[in-house]
Structure formats: C-alpha cells, structure tokens
C-alpha cells in the first residue's frame, strides 16, 4: 500500500515540476528574448498592481486562452481533430517518467528512487514517446482538411522522422560506453572518475555524439531554426485550424520538449544529478580534501545539481531559437542525412575501435 | 563538408554575439535590482504611458491659432492654408471686422484632425503667423470622428 502512495507522490511531483517549469519556459521565452534584443519584455501582468517582473504572465496567457472561443471548422475531421492536441502533449508528458531526478532518498529505513519509474529500457521509452508524439502532428495536419496544415503536418513528419534516425544513432555511441539501457545506471556510469579527477560525463567521453545529439534533439523540439512543419511566413503550420486552449496545447508541447531535451541532454551528456566528486558520504576532491555531508544535504545537492544544468540547457535553446533563422527544407534534411547522420556512423565506428582497444 | 564547417564557424560567431548582448544587458538589469546606478540602461526601452520621450522643439504636434493682444485671432482669413492643405482638412470662413486695418477675421475655422497629415503646410503659408503647431500634445486620439472635428475655440483655447 505504502509502495502505491510513494509512486503517486512521486508521479504528482514529476508532474508538477514539468508542468510548472514549462509553463515558466513561456516567461523565460519572452523574458529572455527582450534581453537579448535590448528590450525589456513583458511586465505589465499583474495582481493589484503588483507585477513582479511580469510573472503571472503565463497565467494571465492561460486565463485568456481558456476563455477564447474553441473553434472547430466544420470540415474538418471532428474526433481526430479533438484528439490530435491531446496526443501531442501526453506523449511527451509522459516522458517526465524516466528521467532520473536525483538518487536513492532513506527516509526511515525506506528507500525512494528519485524517479518516477525505473525502468531497464527507459532510453528507449524516452526515445519511443518522443517519436509517437509525430502522431499528434500528422493527425492535426491531416484532420484539419486544410491544404496548408496538410503540408505542414507532412513536413513535420518529414523533418522528425529523418531526425529521429540521427538522434538514435548519435546515442548508440553513448550506449557502448556505459553499458545500459537504464538512464538511472548511465547516470550512476557518469559519476566514475577518469584518471582519478575527471568525472567520466557523456559530454568528455562522446563530445561528437553530443554535439549530434543536440542538433537533432533540436530539431526534434520544431523550434525555430527548424521550425518547418510551423513556416510562419509561407504555410503557417500544422496547427491553423485549432484555436483556444487546443492551440494552447501544441504550443506548450513544444516548450515541454524544450525542457525533456534539456533533461535528456543533462541525464545522457552532463551526468545527470552527479556534482563532481560528490560521493554518497560528501565531497572527495582529488587534491586529497574531503568534505562530509549528511545524506539529506547530499540528495539536495544533487537535485539542485539537475535543475540548475537542465536550466541552463533550457536557457541555451532558448538563446539558439533567438539567434537563428530558419533553415530552408532542402538544407534540414541535407543537414539530417548528409551531415549528422554520417558523423554518427563515424562516431559510432570510432567509439567502438576505441573501446576494443582499450579492452 | 568543409563548407559546412564554416556555416558551423557562422552559427557559433552568431550565438556569441547574442550571448554578448544577453550578459551586458543582464549585468545591468542585475546592478539596476540592487539600486546600484549606472550611466548605461539594460534595456532602450520607454515604458509609454509612465515615461514620456523628450519632443523635439521642431516636432509638429497639435495645431493652435495664435491672438492679438486683445483676444481676437491673428487670422485674416486669407485661405491660403486652406489652399495649400493636401488633405483638404482645413475650412473657413471669413467675417468682416470693424477695425479697418484688419478688415478680415475668421468666423469659422474648422481643422478636421482625422483627416491632416500633420504636414506643417498650413504652419509655411501663413503669412500672419497665426497658425502653428508647436502644443507638444500628441495625445488627442478619440471615440468618435466628430470629437476630431476642432473649431476656432478649441483651437485657441
């Protein structure tokens, strides 16, 4: 019984974060993008005239939302029309499962993994709801009987899919070097040391496999610089015929992937909730000092580790969407098949030479 | 592959110089939180309707018709303002006045402001500078067009 309450507590709290870290994304977006033209951004939401840096902006843009009127066309494929939004978001909600938050919590003689659920497979279940979430796209494009949204859920499909390849790809690589499917064991991997001071993270051991990983994961996430099943200019996307909290829906999908992307990019390249040469006990430095904390101090550090680095990746995609262009369709997919998904057949080939060399 | 390589070289220039700017204008925006004064902003903007921009001495803004020392209007009703409006906005009309060196004043004189450009025409042709646009307000906008429709006393006044 108590092991059911555990996990609901578990899943309620997942949730929350993402949700909640999500719907901020909104107010970083805008926040962040006025910074970096020189702007000040919005500020003027408030609640008795208290503004606060403009943060009950995100929840004055879902009261409106809410309230705006849920236009269904009458041409359109009503159930799946209805359904499309809602895959879309579940599928990548559901995600929030498998990331690792932080490691084994005792609390009276019981321990609780901080993760939702622990699977042996949870790579390939991060990866598997991700690419389902294409479904979401074609269904809206498709449903809506809308030439314009047609092309663009084609092109959404398009781009994900061939994305999707190089995505996989530049994760083998990683696989081969810790070996395990499990994202809370390739966390445990990352917190080994190489050489006796170097914290063995994804980012040192696969820095191309990274570096592919990001570009697809980008792509992934149909921001801006590939933001093609969108087009604002030339087809304005797959989405045209929702409006309301629908609406509301898909665009907060795409700042959930924002975050699942940086949770992945964090757990998979940047050791997760590892601080370096924090042990179970405190900090061991490789000069020789040691620093011992209790554990309740320990699981704090770690977890504060994971959301300061998912953070700053969340920053960074933020400041990648406002600095570039869009790509034309022609150049994503010469930059998916040409580019990235050579370099990760080399890379994978070169990690495992490199591995059966060393032993 | 090469030229890709230096797109690649681009796109890392191109996100150096947004982060430039992130982090200048973070560290302001952070000295600015803790009432630390500097000479430089962090941002260029001008929160309207709290702050206002200085107007230029040469701005032209709302018009107003200029008296003599004794109340009356400089205008002679000549038209000419009339005549060289582009916007056709301007009407009057012209009265006779007892004092022999005037001989003209306007009975009516009607500026249809949703229809001037704000040119400053009307400002060049008057040639008893009673004309000018030198209020400073720009602030007249209305609910209805009628309210736009200002007459010789409200644009004395």
């Known amino acids: 019984m108590s092991e059911w309450i555990i996990i609901l507590i578990k899943i309620i709290c997942a949730l929350v974060w993402f949700l909640v870290i999500a719907l901020y994304l909104t107010w970083v977006e805008r926040k962040e993008s006025a910074v970096i033209q020189d702007r000040i951004g919005a500020n003027r939401a408030n609640i008795w005239k208290f503004r606060a840096i403009g943060l009950f902006q995100p929840f004055a843009d879902a009261i409106k939302m809410i309230f705006k009127e849920d236009f269904t066309p009458k041409f359109s494929r009503k159930f799946l029309h209805n359904l499309a939004p809602f895959i879309s978001f579940f599928f990548v909600a559901v995600t929030i499962s498998a990331i690792p938050f932080g490691d084994v919590l005792r609390i009276g003689g019981r321990e609780i993994k901080l993760q939702v659920v622990d699977f042996n497979v949870s790579l390939l279940f991060v990866m598997a709801m991700l690419s389902l979430g294409i479904f979401g796209i074609i269904l809206a494009g498709w449903s809506s009987n809308n030439r314009y949204t047609l092309l663009g859920g084609m092109r959404g499909a398009a781009q994900l899919i061939s994305y999707e390849v190089a995505l996989g790809l530049s994760l083998i690589g990683l696989i081969l070097v810790y070996p395990s499917l499990k994202l809370s064991a390739i966390v445990h991997y990352q917190g080994e040391m190489l050489w006796g001071w170097l914290p063995k993270w994804g980012v040192f051991l696969q820095p191309l496999g990274l570096l592919i990983f990001f570009f697809a994961a980008l792509a992934e996430t149909k921001r801006v610089p590939f933001d093609l099943p969108e087009g604002e200019n030339e087809i304005v996307g797959f989405f045209t015929e929702y409006s309301g909290l629908k609406w509301g829906l898909f665009m907060f999908t795409d700042f959930m992937e924002v975050l699942i992307v940086a949770c992945l990019l964090t757990t998979l390249f940047f050791g997760g909730w590892q601080v370096p040469w924090l042990y179970a006990d405190g900090f061991h430095f490789p000069w020789g000092g040691e620093w011992l904390l209790p554990h309740g101090i320990v699981v704090a550090f770690q977890v504060l580790a994971f959301n300061l680095k998912v953070f700053f990746f969340c920053w960074l995609q933020i400041l990648i969407r406002w600095t570039y262009p869009r790509f034309r369709y022609d150049q994503v997919m010469d930059l998916g098949w040409k580019l990235l998904v050579p370099l990760s057949l080399v890379n994978i080939a070169g990690t495992a030479i490199l591995l059966s060399l060393i032993g | ?157």
């Open chain 2, 1 to 157: 592959m090469i030229k890709a390589l230096g797109y690649f070289i681009a796109i890392i220039k191109g996100s150096l110089i947004t982060t430039r700017h992130f982090m200048v204008n973070m560290w302001f925006h952070t000295l600015k939180l803790f009432r630390i004064k500097t000479k430089r902003k962090g941002a260029v903007t001008i929160q309207y309707p709290e702050e206002k921009r200085k107007i230029a001495s040469r701005h032209r803004s709302l018009h107003r018709l200029l008296k003599r020392e004794d109340g009356k209007p400089r205008c002679v009703a000549c038209m000419l303002c009339v005549t060289v409006c582009p916007s056709e906005c301007i009407f009057v009309e012209a009265a006779e006045d007892p004092d022999p060196e005037v001989q003209k004043v306007p009975s009516i004189f009607i500026i249809d402001l949703s229809r001037c450009c704000f040119c400053g025409f009307c400002v060049e042709a008057c040639p008893e500078d009673a004309i000018r646009m030198d209020t400073g307000q720009i602030e007249f906008a209305e609910y209805s067009r009628d309210k736009l429709i200002y007459d010789l006393e409200k644009l004395m006044g």
